[in-house]
């Protein structure tokens, strides 16, 4: 079974730094990875998709990196912002094992203004 | 352009009574997917349809539960005699094709007492 590992649990950056996320997954063999967004209480918001044949995807401030090889990914954050804080989840679709997302636990992450 | 909906939000509900849920895709999307997710925990894949057909269902998904899509559109997940064990966020999502962005709704917050 795919499991997926996010570091750190927590983290808590004042406004204006850049920050890294990471994410690692055990079978290399992976259709795709999604990063999310989750504020307290609420639904996932997507944020980035990786196809497997890709190294990485940027969408504003945001860039994910994907090695396939390594089993990791990584979120970069630029400029964090207060608006940023929430949990950033991590998600890994196999190529050989169903249509199911496997998720980690997620990254808290708080930016202080 | 709705998102994924989700009714209702919240249910509480008394230990050995019937729930049921409904999740609204985008409407352009046929394929579902039913998640569960607990306190600090990332989401817990429950099952997958695709139009109509009920492809896939995790372990999870006991013989208590049961879901259906019935006209390929909007899907209802009911969870008979429910447990406390059952109390967690029930979130569904929705893509355009198979292995694409998997987009969420807002979850279905259930409590049994």
């Known amino acids: 079974k795919q499991e997926v590992t996010q570091i750190p649990a927590a983290l808590s950056v004042p406004e204006g730094e850049n920050l890294v996320l990471n994410c690692s997954f055990t079978?290399?063999?992976?259709?795709?990875l999604q990063w999310f967004r989750q504020d307290p209480g609420k639904g996932l918001t997507s944020l980035l998709l990786?196809?497997?044949?890709?190294r990485e995807q940027t969408s504003g401030r945001l860039n994910a990196s994907l090695d396939k090889s390594s089993g990791r990914s990584t979120l970069y954050i630029a400029a964090s912002q207060p608006g940023d804080s929430a949990t950033y989840l991590c998600?890994?679709?196999?190529?050989?094992?169903?249509?199911?997302?496997?998720f980690g636990k997620g990254t808290s992450l708080l930016v202080t203004p | 352009d709705t998102g994924v909906s989700q009714d209702p939000r919240h249910k509480i509900t008394k230990r050995g009574q019937n729930v049921t849920f409904r999740c609204d895709p985008i409407?352009?999307?046929?394929?579902l997917y039913w998640y569960r997710q607990t306190l600090g925990q990332g989401p817990e894949f429950l099952t997958y349809?695709?139009?109509?057909?009920?492809?896939?269902k995790s372990r999870l998904l006991s013989d208590r539960f049961s879901a259906e899509r019935p006209k390929g559109s909007f899907s209802t997940l009911e969870i008979q005699r429910t447990e406390q064990g059952d109390s967690a966020m029930y979130l569904c999502?929705?893509?355009?094709?198979?292995?694409?962005?998997?987009?969420f709704g807002p979850g279905t917050r259930l409590t049994v007492l």
């Open positions: 999502a929705s893509s355009l094709v198979v292995g694409g962005e998997q987009f």
């Open positions: 079978d290399s063999a992976i259709y795709n």
């Open positions: 990786i196809q497997s044949s890709q």
């Open positions: 998600a890994v679709r196999a190529s050989n094992s169903g249509y199911a997302l496997n």
């Open positions: 409407s352009e999307h046929n394929r």
């Open positions: 349809f695709q139009n109509e057909a009920q492809l896939e």
